[in-house]
């Protein structure tokens, strides 16, 4: 009885046995060989082996590069920080036709300069997708000295130009505080839902809005574009290029909560934003942002 048991394990056991001692190199799980194992005790192998795959020496190797990346960007590009914001007291210097189109239809002498608030020429600000960087529009969007400039009518409106590189999603909202305040915010989305259209939109509640889509392409990923914003009796515009009023993309009349809002909630801060979604969403960049009142 004993030597039928002892027969029958060695029979379980012949066929392992046989597939062990064909291949003396068989592969563990690791997709490690025994022979290499023994090669790797001191690790000199794993460097070797790491030194020379090509996605871990270059990082621009892969086919898709994160534009997130420091290395993509501008020297001067920083994020949306306290240091970031170099806002200084300036005098736009509009040319007679400028003049003749500023504040969609309003004029003024030739030459005169128009006092703004202005991003420093040297600042650049690159900004993260909201969703992924804070859930939304946050305090650290705006900047208290970004709004129109003291002496400024609010309640006759808010001219804003500034120039964007993005694929998509390249968003500004119009503010009475220097935060997004639901149901008094305008935000203006250019190139959304992946570059197809331009939004002009102020949300009444969180499920209710006023808003305008218009189907279009206005965000270039490696070109600064022009963009200008234009809110003048409750109705909002906005376009493309340096003249405010010329080329408009879109127009949001809102005049009916413009005459019915108290005077405190007139906007005049400007905030900028990052509105893409998508799971390869990327950073964008904003610069020569300049806020004029009309």
């Excluded at 039928?4 to 291949?23: E, F, H, I, N, V």
């Excluded at 600042?123 to 208290?144: K, Q, Y």
Aim: with cysteine.
């Amino acid at each position: 009885r004993m030597d039928c048991m002892a027969g029958l394990r060695l029979a379980r056991q012949l066929p392992l046995l046989l597939r062990t001692r064909s291949d003396p190199h068989r592969r563990s799980l690791t997709g490690r060989s025994r022979s290499d194992a023994k090669e790797d005790d001191d690790g000199t192998d794993n460097l070797k082996a790491s030194s020379t795959h090509p996605s871990l020496t270059d990082p621009m190797s892969s086919k898709e590069s994160r534009s997130a990346s420091a290395c993509t960007y501008a020297t001067s590009t920083v994020q949306i920080t306290d240091e970031a914001w170099a806002v200084t007291d300036e005098f736009a210097i509009l040319n007679s036709d400028e003049m003749a189109d500023y504040a969609a239809g309003g004029s003024a002498p030739p030459d005169q300069g128009v006092k703004c608030q202005a991003l420093s020429t040297d600042t650049t600000i690159r900004v993260a997708p909201m969703e992924r960087f804070c859930g939304g529009w946050s305090t650290e969007h705006f900047n208290d000295k970004l709004r129109l400039p003291d002496g400024s009518n609010a309640g006759q409106g808010m001219v804003v130009q500034l120039e964007g590189m993005a694929r998509e999603c390249l968003v500004i909202a119009l503010s009475p505080y220097h935060k997004y305040e639901l149901g008094k915010t305008y935000a203006i989305h250019f190139g959304a839902n992946g570059n197809m259209q331009t939004v002009l939109r102020r949300h009444v509640n969180y499920n209710e809005a006023v808003d305008v889509s218009i189907p279009s392409r206005v965000c270039a990923e490696n070109t600064w574009v022009h963009y200008w914003i234009i809110l003048q009796n409750g109705k909002l515009s906005a376009g493309v290029g340096k003249v405010p009023g010329k080329h408009v993309i879109g127009v949001l009349d809102d005049s009916m909560y413009n005459m019915l809002r108290s005077g405190v909630d007139a906007v005049k801060y400007v905030g900028l934003g990052n509105s893409a979604l998508q799971r390869n969403a990327r950073d964008l960049k904003v610069r020569n942002v300049r806020v004029m009142g009309i």
